[in-house]
């Protein structure tokens, strides 16, 4: 957890990423690796004390460096993190089609695991207080402005319009 910015840990703690997090790594991740889905996405995890200690791969050996904090990714690094994303949702998306199979009844990660995998990020401000909530306010406030600077397509800024409009 972050001890040495108040702002960040108050912020993990409202929306329970470590919980999250350990579940993620120590649990569902090792369950797509049971059922032979690639994890290759994500770091290993060694250990795990639940809501204290999580003992991650080293990802530094094979490679792996924090940008900058300022940095724009490039084109390349976006496609890199897109793949990844892709491959976790993947292989969700796998173990839920082989749970339903073996279970003889549909299966949904979101329903079975909703106390962790709920997100809180995307749901209409429910529980959110504080600077989270002005958070969120002002990104969306600063998005709906941003629109007008988008290239001239009209039906982008309208689909685009209509998905903050749903989001807040």
């Known amino acids: 957890k972050p001890r040495n910015n108040k702002l960040q840990e108050e912020t993990a703690n409202e929306v329970d990423v470590f919980k999250r997090e350990i579940f ?47 940095t724009v990714f490039d084109l390349d690094k976006l496609h890199c ?12 998306f796998a173990y839920e089609r082989t749970k339903s199979k073996e279970l003889n009844k549909p299966f ?10 709920e997100e809180v990020f995307f749901t209409q401000y429910r529980g959110m207080k504080g600077h989270l909530l002005d958070w969120w306010k002002t990104s969306f406030d600063t998005m709906d402005k941003l629109i007008d600077e988008l290239p001239k397509d009209e039906e982008y800024k309208k689909v685009f319009k209509k998905l903050l409009k749903n989001s807040t």
Not at 108 to 117: A, H, P, R, T
């Open 24 to 70: 993620l790594y120590d649990v569902l991740f090792k369950e797509f690796a049971k059922y032979g889905y690639e994890t290759s996405f994500s770091p290993r995890s060694y250990y795990c004390i639940p809501e204290q200690t999580l003992v991650m791969e080293d990802i530094y050996l094979k490679g792996y460096r924090l940008p900058e904090r300022q």
């Open 81 to 92: 993190m897109l793949k990844s994303l892709a491959m976790y949702h993947a292989a969700g």
């Open 108 to 117: 949904c990660l979101g329903e079975e695991y909703y106390d962790v995998l």
